[in-house]
Each structure stands twice: as C-alpha cells, then as structure tokens.
C-alpha cells in the first residue's frame, strides 16, 4: 500500500475507535461513567505525585518522555496494540477526563464490555483514585497550553453531553 493511504487508513481506524470509546462511555448504562472526575493539572503536588507514579508504574511502555512506544501508530505484536504517547503527538488529549480515569481504572475491555485483547494493565487494584487522578493530572500538566485549552473544551462539551 502506498505509505500516504495507509497513513491515512490508520489515522481513520484510530478515530473510528476514539469516537466508539466516547459513545460506550456516555452511555448512561455504564454506572461509573457517573463519576466526576477533574484532573488536578495545575495542583503542583499532585503533579509531583503523578510525575513518580508515572516512571514507576507507565513510563516503561509510554517512554519516559511520554513518547510511546516507536511504530505505535501502525505496528501490530501478537494482535495487539503497542502504547500510544501521552504527548501531544499521541491522541491522550482528544478524551475527556472522565474517559482516561475510566480506561486506566478499570480497563479497556471493562470500557468496551467485551473481549479486547490489549496490552494496558488495569489499575484499579494497583493504584487508589488520588494516585489514578495524580497521574494523569501529571500527564495533562506537560501538554502546551493550546492543547490544554482544547482539552479543557473536550471536558466542557462532554460534561454537557452527558447532563443533557
Ligand atoms: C505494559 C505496558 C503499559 C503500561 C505499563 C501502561 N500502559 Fe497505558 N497503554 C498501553 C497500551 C498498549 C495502550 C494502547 C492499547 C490499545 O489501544 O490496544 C495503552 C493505552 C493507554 C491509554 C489510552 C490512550 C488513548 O489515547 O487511547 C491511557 C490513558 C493509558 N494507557 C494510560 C496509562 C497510564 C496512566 C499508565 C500508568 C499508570 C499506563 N498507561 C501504563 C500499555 C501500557
């Protein structure tokens, strides 16, 4: 396949899912998704935290600078999925917060209510809510204020889905 369509096939299967996860989530029969939760990106000692838990428990698939792991967008191991970068390259910040607590708590195939071979450990019985909000707070924290601003519109229009 030439490189621009297959570039092109991937970035489409990769919203094609996005778009799917967010519908599962707003789904009003999914009891957690009634959670609220708010990173704490600009609490500075949440982000210190959120930076130890980080190395500790996500940098070895997510790169230490949070670049993922190299061939992310097109490489398939065993049928699954390498880890996308929590940057600005990587789509983390196209999810609402609620989204990325409840993929990381509780996992994707909990997230999509069926069998979804992947490689994203599930931390609900690893890591307590606190250090859960701490370190995906640590993520958003080191994102350029644009796409801070972006995702802060992506919680907004989210919110407002879901209470309408
Ligand atoms: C063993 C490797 C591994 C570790 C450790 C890991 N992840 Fe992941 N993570 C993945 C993979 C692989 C995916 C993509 C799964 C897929 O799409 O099939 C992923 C996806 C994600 C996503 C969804 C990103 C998106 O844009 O859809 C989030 C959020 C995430 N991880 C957060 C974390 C956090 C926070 C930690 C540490 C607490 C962590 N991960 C630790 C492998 C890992």
Redesign the pocket.
């Known amino acids: 396949m030439p490189k621009i369509v297959k570039q092109l096939t991937t970035s489409t299967v990769a919203i094609a899912i996005l778009s799917c996860l967010v519908s599962i989530a707003t789904g009003t029969t999914i009891a957690y998704s009634k959670q609220d939760v708010s990173l704490p990106y600009k609490d500075r000692a949440a982000i210190k935290l959120g930076q130890t ?2 190395k500790d ?2 940098a ?3 790169g230490i600078n949070l670049e993922g792991q190299i061939g992310w967008q097109t490489e398939i191991v065993d049928g ?5 970068p929590h940057d600005e390259t ?3 910040w ?2 609402p917060d609620e989204l ?1 607590y409840n ?2 708590k509780y996992g ?1 195939e909990e997230m999509l209510g069926k069998k979804y071979p ?4 599930v ?1 609900e019985d690893i ?1 307590s809510d606190g250090e859960l909000l701490a ?2 707070g640590y ?1 958003k924290s080191t994102w350029p204020e644009k796409i801070k601003a972006i995702h802060n519109e992506i919680n907004q229009s989210y919110a407002s889905n879901k209470n309408s």
């Open positions: 838990i980080y428990n996500c070895s698939c997510h699954r999925r390498l880890a996308p990587g789509h983390t196209h999810h990325l993929m990381t994707f992947n490689n994203m450990p931390y890591l370190v995906l993520i």
